[in-house]
């Protein structure tokens, strides 16, 4: 395999052989190919896609460059839930602890940010002491004694994933339907959980812009699943604005913590329970959607499932109690004049917090923990002339200051209230119902 032939199939448009594919990925896996000819062929793939085959075997060939998992013998179900990301998406914090306090074994696999997107490491090493790099046997000791256990790419579970999944981030690649594909798949089986869900977002803030857009990708990850034996669902669900009130590392730990606590904005909250009685019921602990859905409820507003977050917090290292991360300078945004928030632009809010420091712009970047947008006003809610939209938090207030225009621009707002968001908008399969 002559790497530049290799690339050079892609960018006209020819389909790779097996072989030809399983040797590239070795080559990443061990780093014989430098960075740039991995680039040129992700920028060729994204421009002229893949086949089904192709991308079946690209995600086989990167599930085998490492480890695969299996959970014999731990007593429960299996099961993990990927979202394809979006600006002030942590459900995957509050979501674990509940589908463990369902019954589930949750062995989660997670990413760094990409693009707009934060990433569920990057959020949990805000908090003090979090330890995301533990090796198989730490992961799968916390997993049977927790029911959950959150971690980053090892070099023994997908790591042929683990660098295309930074060079994606900085070569405008990401929105590529095999890429991502493979890129999830590979991970979740070689996690080994039996049941997975995937949150695919469309809108603004997210990689896939229109909701064809989502379904397409939606139906190619059941697909791919399915091929391989694990039983799949997916929500398609509204990007199009932020989630929740916070976009930031520490904020959004913040966040998950009082959703965790039976509290939390609402659309934090109804997601996460949407996710958790998906799981649960796919996975046969319940016979009844509308059930699993209680049963999530309870988990949240008994504090069931906040006690799990704490223990999986301290199994893995961090401190529960230590104060997390806060930003030097706050500075808030006002409403020009009054009235209703019709609509708060998530593409706009993720943009500006990566200018703040809350996300990367380069590989080898480390995002500021503290740095976001806090306080979010949400579709709906009634400002009055000169009150906040929004806080701007960063390391210094001229940082903050120097964005506050461009955050203002991000709200849309109307002299009579807005019709209520429509948080999910399809299930695929839909044999499911959405819920309220």
Not at 90 to 110: D, E, F, N, Q, R
Not at 221 to 248: E, F, H, K, N, S
Request: hydrophobic content about 45%.
């Amino acid at each position: 395999m002559v790497p530049q032939w290799f690339i050079e199939e892609k960018r006209d448009g020819r389909e790779h052989a097996d072989e030809a594919l399983r040797a590239w990925v070795r080559g990443v896996t061990e780093g014989t190919l430098p960075d740039y000819q991995i680039a040129a062929w992700l920028m060729a793939v994204y421009l002229n896609g893949m086949t089904a085959r192709e991308t079946a075997t690209l995600t086989d060939a990167m599930m085998r460059s490492g480890r695969c998992l299996a959970w014999d013998g731990i007593g429960r179900p299996t099961a993990d839930k990927h979202s394809t990301g979006g600006v002030g998406d942590k459900i995957s914090l509050p979501l674990a602890p509940v589908c463990a306090a369902l019954g589930l074994a949750v062995p989660m696999i997670s990413g760094r940010g990409l693009g707009l997107t934060g990433g569920t490491l990057d959020k949990l090493e805000s908090i003090p002491g979090f330890n995301v790099r533990l090796g198989v046997g730490d992961f799968r000791r916390i997993v049977a004694e927790v029911g959950c256990c959150l971690i980053g790419q090892t070099d023994d579970l997908a790591p042929a994933d683990r660098r295309l999944y930074a060079l994606r981030d900085v070569t405008a690649t990401v929105p590529s339907v095999p890429l991502i594909v493979a890129s999830i798949m590979s991970k979740k089986l070689a996690e080994g959980a039996s049941t997975l869900l995937f949150d695919v977002k469309f809108g603004s803030g997210a990689f896939m812009g229109t909701l064809p857009q989502a379904k397409r990708l939606a139906e190619a990850l059941i697909a791919t699943g399915r091929r391989l034996g694990r039983t799949c669902r997916a929500l398609l669900t509204d990007m199009d604005q932020p989630l929740g009130r916070a976009v930031g590392n520490a904020l959004e730990v913040r966040e998950a913590r009082e959703t965790l606590a039976g509290a939390g904005p609402w659309d934090v909250r109804a997601l996460t329970i949407e996710e958790a009685a998906h799981l649960a019921h796919a996975a046969g602990r319940f016979s009844d959607l509308g059930a699993a859905r209680q049963a999530a409820a309870r988990a949240l507003d008994s504090g069931e499932a906040a006690a799990i977050f704490r223990r999986m917090t301290l199994a893995q290292g961090g401190d529960p109690d230590a104060p997390l991360p806060e930003a030097r300078a706050r500075v808030a945004v006002r409403a020009p004049c009054a009235g209703w928030v019709a609509h708060v632009d998530a593409k706009a809010i993720g943009r500006v917090a990566l200018a703040l420091g809350a996300g990367r712009q380069a590989v080898d970047e480390t995002p500021d923990p503290a740095a976001g947008v806090d306080g979010l006003l949400q579709q709906g809610e009634r400002v009055e002339a000169g009150a906040p939209l929004c806080v701007l938090c960063a390391d210094g207030e001229a940082r903050a200051s120097a964005l506050a225009e461009e955050a203002a621009k991000a709200f849309r707002l109307a002299d009579a209230p807005p019709p209520r968001r429509t948080l999910v908008a399809a299930t695929l399969p839909d044999a499911f119902p959405v819920g309220p």
